[in-house]
């Protein structure tokens, strides 16, 4: 017969005073490059153009700085170009916006069925949105030609006369709208797919048991169940309206947008006042503007989601 002396119990080992302080400050060091970054390229920036803004600053002296208060901003209000280009921001932003969004929706709804070359489709609608902005506007500025634009030649086959694209108000903004429409309509479609392969297939084969065509799948199933995505396209490109910048810039290479300010933008505006005419202090007031601008138009699209979710909800 044998006898074994039992076990020690086995005591876990002492945590020091700086081990645990290392344990507890570890987490806070794997974020912390991030809101380094952060704090020095955005939210440092953001609060520098607000001290600026209230400054009379010249880019040749901007170290020579004036206190206007709030200057610059009631300044911004007495100039009628600002009024403008507020007003051509929501008119572009509108007729690229909209189009751009129903177009998406069309598209990711027909690359949701089981097509041949369905991969390389889905490829294909990256392309423009991974083109240079230079490079697209550039070419589009070919295409609206009004002497030998491509545009103008094909109405021209049908009997209407060469339309003036770069002077035109209307005109002009619906060519910048184009240009925009093409880079990002192929963008949203892909998110719009995204959305609709994450809708449970087993909704789509009840409603087919019940007789329901396409058409009322598409309205009853696939749009109340892309719901979220469509509220975030409509807020990224709301975004991306307002601060549309490239493409007026070099649809005619004017600062100006156009003889008559016809289609410049907030963002061409602003660029404008900053390095056109130097005034950095106003430049930053657009700045604190458009950005001012994006918190109330984002704001208002997530109170009518919320208000439309209620409704729904209370049914």
């Known amino acids: 017969m044998t006898l074994t002396a039992p076990a020690e119990p086995v005591t876990p080992p002492r945590t020091t005073p700086a081990r645990r302080l290392r344990d507890r400050l570890s987490p806070y060091a794997y974020v912390a490059p991030f809101f380094t970054l952060f704090v020095a390229f955005g939210l440092f920036p953001l609060l520098y153009t607000a001290f600026v803004s209230l400054y009379r600053v010249e880019l040749q002296t901007p170290g020579d700085m004036e206190w206007r208060g709030l200057g610059n901003y009631t300044a911004l209000l007495g100039d009628e170009f600002f009024w403008t280009a507020l007003g051509n921001t929501f008119t572009i932003g509108v007729l690229s916006t909209v189009p751009q969004l129903v177009m998406a929706l069309g598209l990711a709804h027909l690359l949701n069925y089981k097509l041949r070359a369905r991969t390389f489709l889905r490829t294909a609608m990256l392309l423009p949105y991974a083109t240079s902005v230079a490079a697209a506007t550039l070419v589009f500025a ?17 009997g209407i006369g060469p339309i003036d694209w770069q002077n035109g108000t209307l005109a002009s903004q619906i060519a910048v709208s184009t ?7 192929g963008y949203n ?4 797919l995204a959305g609709m392969q994450s809708i449970p297939s087993e909704l789509y084969e009840a409603a087919e048991m019940d007789g329901a065509s396409r058409w009322r799948q598409f309205l009853h ?7 979220p995505t469509i ?36 963002g061409l ?12 202090g106003r430049a930053a007031a657009i700045a604190w503007v458009m950005f ?24």
Request: glycine share 12%; proline share 2%.
């Open 231 to 266: 509220l975030f396209t409509v807020v990224v490109s709301t975004i991306g309206a307002t601060q549309l910048f490239g493409e007026p810039l070099l649809f005619e290479g004017s600062m100006s947008g156009g003889i008559s300010h016809q289609y410049q933008t907030l």
């Open 189 to 192: 479609a892909l998110i719009y």
């Open 142 to 158: 070919q295409l609206f030609g009004r002497d030998f634009g491509l545009f103008n030649y094909v109405l021209g086959l049908v």
């Open 179 to 185: 240009i925009v429409i093409w880079r990002w309509t």
């Open 269 to 280: 505006y602003l660029y404008e006042q900053g390095w056109g005419f130097f005034h950095l």
């Open 221 to 227: 199933i696939t749009l109340p169940g892309l719901r």
């Open 292 to 315: 001012l601008l994006i918190l109330v138009l984002v704001g208002a699209n997530a109170l009518v989601a919320r208000r439309r979710n209620r409704k729904e909800a209370g049914r």
